[in-house]
């Protein structure tokens, strides 16, 4: 597997520095290392978060790219994308832990199919540890007509999972400012550009999720960006005006609902317990 590529990730601020050492720990432990990780500080970091990053200098290839101030995942990551050497990128989160043999699989995921150009996996949530039994699996659609046909409804990809051609991205206008759903967007830019999407239907990252990550996805704010985006859907052609109306009835509520309401949907109807 002679594929060269770039991990791009990102941290800010409000990243836990214990949960960031063990994300590049993790990789650390692969059986196939990135030729470059690219980690974009989105604005001024902690002490704690910088010693972290720089006890990891000498044992993985990173690449720092600082911003002078906070700009949104998004953003952090259109920049980020620009600093990476290689035609393959990887994506990853610094609160998430890779498998032992992630790369190496997805690299042999990308020769048995030449023409893809980007594809994710499935993923196993925890809230305190991978080790804990009962983790959650969120799995993903595998076939590119039933990846089209799932996009219209909920977004076919695992962010921190995912593996893409660097200038398939840039074609497609790179990250933009979608707050919440930058990588939503630019999966359905792609495929309007008749890019060819995938999925591993196999695990390849424990990923932190749990209550904090529940609260995050509600509120009024978060359903108001819930309904911009699928506006742009909508606008874009991608989806009609009966999938349109049937997205926000069905999940805008969802994100009006308290935490523990919309936690319980996540886990019984989303997701299923391994």
Same mark, same amino acid.
């Given at each position: 597997?002679?594929?060269?590529?770039?991990?791009?990730?990102?941290?800010?601020?409000?990243d836990?520095p214990?949960?960031?050492?063990?994300?590049?720990?993790?990789i650390?432990?692969?059986?196939?290392?990135?030729?470059?990780?690219?980690?974009?500080?989105?604005?001024?970091?902690?002490?704690?978060?910088?010693m972290?990053?720089?006890?990891?200098?000498?044992?993985?290839?990173?690449?720092?790219?600082?911003?002078?101030?906070?700009?949104?995942?998004?953003?952090a990551?259109?920049?980020?994308?620009?600093?990476?050497?290689?035609?393959?990128?990887?994506?990853?989160?610094?609160?998430d832990?890779?498998?032992?043999?992630?790369? /190496?699989?997805?690299?042999?995921?990308?020769?048995a199919?030449?023409?893809?150009?980007?594809?994710?996996?499935?993923?196993?949530?925890?809230?305190h540890s991978?080790?804990?039994?009962?983790?959650?699996?969120?799995?993903?659609?595998?076939? /590119?007509?039933e990846?089209?046909?799932?996009?219209?409804?909920?977004?076919?990809?695992?962010?921190?999972?995912?593996?893409?051609?660097?200038?398939?991205?840039?074609?497609?206008?790179?990250?933009?400012?979608?707050?919440?759903?930058?990588?939503?967007?630019?999966?359905?830019?792609?495929?309007?550009?008749?890019?060819r999407?995938?999925?591993?239907?196999?695990?390849?990252?424990w990923?932190?999720?749990?209550?904090?990550? %529940?609260?995050?996805?509600?509120?009024?704010?978060?359903?108001?960006? /819930?309904?911009?985006?699928?506006?742009?859907?909508?606008?874009?052609?991608f989806?009609?005006?009966?999938?349109?109306?049937?997205?926000?009835?069905?999940? %805008?509520p969802?994100?009006?609902?308290?935490?523990?309401?919309?936690?319980?949907?996540?886990?019984?109807q989303?997701?299923?317990?391994?």
């Amino acid at each position: 597997m002679s594929t060269l590529f770039s991990l791009l990730m990102s941290t800010y601020d409000g990243d836990e520095p214990e949960h960031c050492r063990l994300a590049l720990e993790s990789i650390c432990q692969g059986s196939v290392l990135p030729d470059e990780l690219v980690l974009v500080l989105d604005g001024p970091v902690s002490e704690p978060l910088l010693m972290v990053i720089r006890s990891f200098q000498g044992r993985l290839p990173l690449k720092i790219v600082p911003l002078p101030k906070n700009r949104g995942l998004g953003l952090a990551l259109a920049e980020g994308l620009l600093h990476c050497r290689h035609e393959w990128v990887a994506r990853f989160d610094t609160d998430d832990l890779c498998m032992p043999d992630r790369f /190496e699989r997805q690299l042999a995921f990308i020769q048995a199919h030449p023409g893809i150009d980007a594809f994710s996996s499935s993923i196993l949530e925890f809230e305190h540890s991978y080790q804990e039994p009962n983790l959650l699996l969120k799995s993903v659609p595998c076939g /590119e007509r039933e990846l089209i046909r799932y996009a219209r409804w909920r977004n076919p990809f695992n962010h921190m999972a995912v593996m893409f051609r660097k200038q398939r991205v840039l074609e497609a206008g790179n990250y933009q400012n979608d707050q919440c759903f930058e990588d939503y967007a630019l999966w359905v830019r792609l495929l309007l550009q008749g890019a060819r999407l995938d999925n591993m239907n196999e695990p390849t990252v424990w990923v932190r999720a749990g209550r904090n990550m %529940i609260a995050r996805r509600g509120g009024q704010r978060y359903a108001r960006l /819930e309904y911009d985006i699928q506006r742009k859907f909508l606008r874009w052609g991608f989806t009609n005006i009966f999938e349109f109306t049937r997205n926000l009835s069905i999940r %805008i509520p969802v994100r009006l609902l308290s935490d523990s309401l919309r936690g319980a949907i996540y886990a019984g109807q989303l997701r299923r317990r391994t």
